[in-house]
């Protein structure tokens, strides 16, 4: 009975640690191994690469490196004197092949009054045929005052997106080439993160679901799933001489996790916050979901 009695404290301690332990290690299995959470996570969004659509000199520079810019704004303008010269140019032509055409028209409707034994069929077919040659030259001087007009336009250079202005270093006086980019322009408008999760836990993702999300700057904010990869690059697959499929034939026995690409939308007001390309930890709240089953989709 005293060995019973000295032991019994010992076992309940046991069972009490075992009892505390369990759960705390279920739980740490379920984080780790179940739990749709990653620190694989990129902040990310589309970058505009601008380019000048017409070639000329860089005579001003309206905005500076980082500026945050509006759909529209204009960035820099090239030197309009050449364009404004062809706009003449090509106006000036207009006029002259209208009234050619004109003259070709009035020749043509005078010839078609005469009877034909006065004038012959040959002469009829070149009236008519001169006609619709002057007709034809006048639509492509129309077409060619409007080009310049648009080259004259395209001379002003402006955001295509809501953004912000990086990477730029740009003068007045540098000669710009048509379509050389000059600037790389992030698209406010689709700031996002993307977590790459293990293919083992995207059954447990939904379109929907809240997201936490921490920034390796110690920043924390919250998010929503938007959507889901629908498909990843076969890395073991390539295109043989023949075009048939070239398989590795190799195959590892331990075999890793592809990792799929997970779209998190981020409210408005925090996308400032976000820097391009800066390191997250992307957590999925499985807990509290009102989203339908995951469809690997877009959500709506």
């Known amino acids: 009975m005293t060995t019973m009695s000295s032991m019994f404290p010992r076992m309940m301690l046991t069972v009490l640690m075992v009892s505390v ?14 739990a749709p959470w990653t620190r694989d996570g990129r902040v990310r969004a589309d970058i505009i690469a601008v380019a000048a659509d ?57 010839y078609e009054k005469l009877s034909e034994g006065v004038v012959s069929q040959q002469q009829r077919e070149t009236i ?62 689709t700031v996002r993160v993307e977590g ?4 083992t836990k995207i059954p447990r993702i939904h379109l929907g679901d809240a997201v936490d999300v921490k920034l390796m700057s110690g920043a924390t904010l919250s998010g929503q799933v938007e959507s889901i990869a629908g498909g990843i690059e076969d890395r073991d697959r390539s295109l043989g001489s023949s075009l048939l499929a070239s398989v590795n034939p190799s195959f590892s026995w331990v075999r890793l996790a592809q990792r799929i690409p997970v ?22 709240n499985v807990g509290n979901r009102n989203a339908p089953p995951n469809t690997m989709g877009v959500l709506r």
Request: hydrophobic letters at 45%; charged letters at 30%; proline letters at 3%.
């Open 196 to 199: 790459y999760f293990e293919e």
């Open 21 to 34: 332990a369990a759960p705390v290690g279920i739980g740490m299995w379920e984080h780790y191994e179940a």
């Open 128 to 189: 008519r045929a001169t006609d619709l040659q002057a007709k034809a030259l006048y639509g492509q001087a129309v077409a060619d005052l409007q080009i310049a007009r648009l080259d004259l336009d395209r001379s002003e250079i402006r955001a295509p997106a809501n953004g912000r202005v990086t990477n730029f270093d740009l003068r007045p006086g540098t000669y710009l080439a048509a379509g050389r980019g000059i600037m790389a322009l992030i698209d406010i408008d």
């Open 54 to 110: 017409v070639s000329g000199l860089v005579d001003e520079v309206l905005v500076r490196d980082n500026q945050v810019v509006r759909k529209g704004d204009i960035l820099l303008r090239l030197n309009p004197d050449r364009f404004r010269l062809a706009v003449q140019q090509a106006e000036a032509s207009l006029a002259n092949r209208e009234a050619a055409a004109e003259k070709a028209a009035s020749d043509r409707a005078r």
């Open 263 to 284: 779209r998190v939308r981020i409210p408005r007001k925090d996308v400032d916050r976000l820097i391009v390309g800066t390191t997250a930890t992307v957590q999925v």
